[in-house]
């Protein structure tokens, strides 16, 4: 089992950059891959960053040179640097994890953090 916290969210004008947090219950060392998604009000959830345990990290076009992810194995967390914020960034953030099991993987979720850009 793995639990996740997200952390870093809150309400910012457009321009701004908040970073957000999210804390492993355990070593992240091992896990397959982390990732953010958001998820804004009446539409599906998206993915935004992601990054495999190599450090390969890769991020969706929407939020390309503005999103930056990475991750501190001695801290066991995950992070998203977001700058030049816009109102369509507004979501909640989740953060996942994809954990190797015995012959497969499993993927475990955060609770999510609320996003909010003012125009």
């Known amino acids: 089992q793995v639990q996740l916290v997200e952390s870093g969210g809150g309400l910012v004008q457009a321009g701004g950059s908040l970073r957000l947090s999210c804390a492993a219950s355990?070593?992240?060392?091992?896990?397959?891959?982390m990732g953010w998604y958001r998820q804004a009000p009446g539409k599906q959830r998206e993915f935004v960053a992601g990054?495999?345990?190599?450090?390969?990290?890769y991020t969706a076009d929407s939020v390309k040179g503005r999103f930056t992810i990475s991750s501190d194995n001695a801290k066991n967390t995950l992070y998203l640097q977001m700058n030049s914020l816009s109102p369509e960034d507004t979501g909640i953030y989740y953060c996942?994890?994809?954990?190797?099991?015995?012959?497969?993987?499993?993927?475990?979720w955060g609770q999510g953090t609320q996003v909010t850009v003012s125009s």
């Open positions: 996942k994890a994809v954990v190797f099991s015995t012959y497969s993987t499993t993927d475990y």
């Open positions: 990054i495999f345990s190599g450090g390969t990290a």
């Open positions: 355990r070593s992240i060392f091992s896990f397959k891959s």
